[in-house]
């Protein structure tokens, strides 16, 4: 019998990264901050990412064996999952709490929509979302650095002046376990750069609006970029592939949207932090950045109205 060559649509290219190899750099350049965070807020938050990490990777597990379907857990996307989530919470979450937030990031944001690659908006951040609406008491205690003090007081909801730029860069202040080292967070977004796993054109964006409008605004420019998520989400959640624009137009209009909805939400919200929600809302309209921000195709005439109602 002859050997029947199945044809499929272009591009034909056949690229060294995988899921799991792009997911192993992810957790590579997170673990630095994690290990910090670690240090910083003591065996609680060590308990807190474990219980994320295992959660979601069962999750994960028992969903596709429920339901089946070929194991995926081997790509370690739900490892990265469990692991961003739990640098997004407070040490002193209560440990069932953080369950929860991994259990509704596997299965209702990233499976119940087809899987990975399917999902309209990063698991970890609406996950964060979700916990923050039904345990609003447990997500806003935050526990002081090397003690055992908690408080509600991160820089970003603490009178100006209390912390040096030297204590925020480092991560010498109250805050979840992985968004408070600045200067981690960036060392890992440069390893992405340079490992060209994301591209620099959302997290400058981001930033960079955030950066312009505090200024403006007369706002503390150290707090407003090192007090909170922003470095966290700027550079590791909202360059999330599944839930970012593709062309490099897209990619700016969706980070400069991110950066002006948080400088919005901290300046006349309710809460003091907008990230998780800027992005969220930003992922809703990838969809619709995408179709205006795609480029004609070289040669593309449109077609004329006549040619259009006649098929």
Same mark, same amino acid.
């Given at each position: 019998m002859k050997d029947i060559l199945t044809a499929a649509s272009s591009p034909? +290219?056949?690229?060294?990264?995988?899921?799991? !190899?792009?997911?192993?750099?992810?957790?590579?350049?997170? @673990?630095?901050?994690?290990?910090?965070?670690? /240090?910083?807020?003591?065996?609680?938050?060590? @308990?807190v990412l474990a219980?994320?990490?295992?959660?979601?990777?069962?999750?994960? #597990?028992?969903w596709n064996l429920a339901l089946k379907k070929p194991q995926s857990v081997g790509d370690i996307s739900a490892v990265v999952t469990g692991l961003l989530l739990g640098m997004n919470l407070p040490a002193s979450i209560?440990?069932?709490?953080? @369950? +929860?937030?991994?259990? @509704?990031?596997? /299965?209702?944001?990233k499976q119940m929509f087809g899987g990975i690659g399917?999902? #309209?908006?990063?698991?970890?951040?609406?996950?964060? /979302?979700?916990?923050?609406?039904?345990?609003p008491g447990s997500m806003t205690k935050f526990t002081e650095p090397v003690s055992d003090i908690v408080t509600s007081a991160t820089p970003l909801a603490a009178e100006s002046g209390t912390y040096t730029l030297k204590s925020l860069f480092f991560g010498m202040h109250p805050g979840?376990? %992985?968004?408070?080292?600045?200067?981690?967070? /960036?060392? *890992? !977004?440069?390893?992405?750069l340079l490992r060209r796993v994301i591209s620099p054109v959302i997290p400058l964006c981001f930033i960079g609006t955030v950066a312009v409008l505090s200024l403006i605004s007369g706002e503390d420019l150290a707090v407003s970029l090192f007090g909170g998520g922003l470095m966290i989400g700027a550079i590791f959640m909202a360059t999330d592939y599944t839930t970012s624009p593709t062309t490099?137009? %897209?990619?700016?209009?969706?980070?400069? *949207?991110?950066?002006? +909805?948080?400088?919005?939400?901290?300046? #006349? !919200?309710?809460?003091?932090? %907008?990230?998780?929600?800027s992005i969220l809302l930003m992922n809703i309209l990838v969809p619709y950045i995408n179709r205006y921000t795609l480029s004609k195709p070289f040669g593309f005439i449109k077609p004329s109205k006549e040619e259009t109602a006649n098929g």
């Open positions: 034909h +290219i056949l690229h060294p990264d995988t899921t799991r !190899g792009i997911m192993s750099d992810v957790v590579i350049a997170l @673990a630095p901050a994690a290990v910090y965070g670690c /240090i910083l807020f003591g065996w609680q938050a060590a @308990a219980v994320c990490i295992i959660t979601a990777v069962a999750s994960e #597990f028992l209560p440990l069932w709490q953080a @369950a +929860i937030g991994s259990v @509704a990031a596997i /299965i209702v944001v399917c999902n #309209f908006a990063n698991p970890a951040i609406a996950a964060r /979302i979700i916990l923050l609406v039904s345990f979840s376990i %992985g968004e408070t080292s600045a200067f981690l967070l /960036i060392v *890992g !977004g440069i390893y992405l490099a137009l %897209g990619k700016a209009v969706f980070g400069i *949207g991110c950066g002006i +909805i948080t400088f919005v939400i901290r300046k #006349f !919200g309710a809460l003091p932090e %907008g990230v998780s929600y």
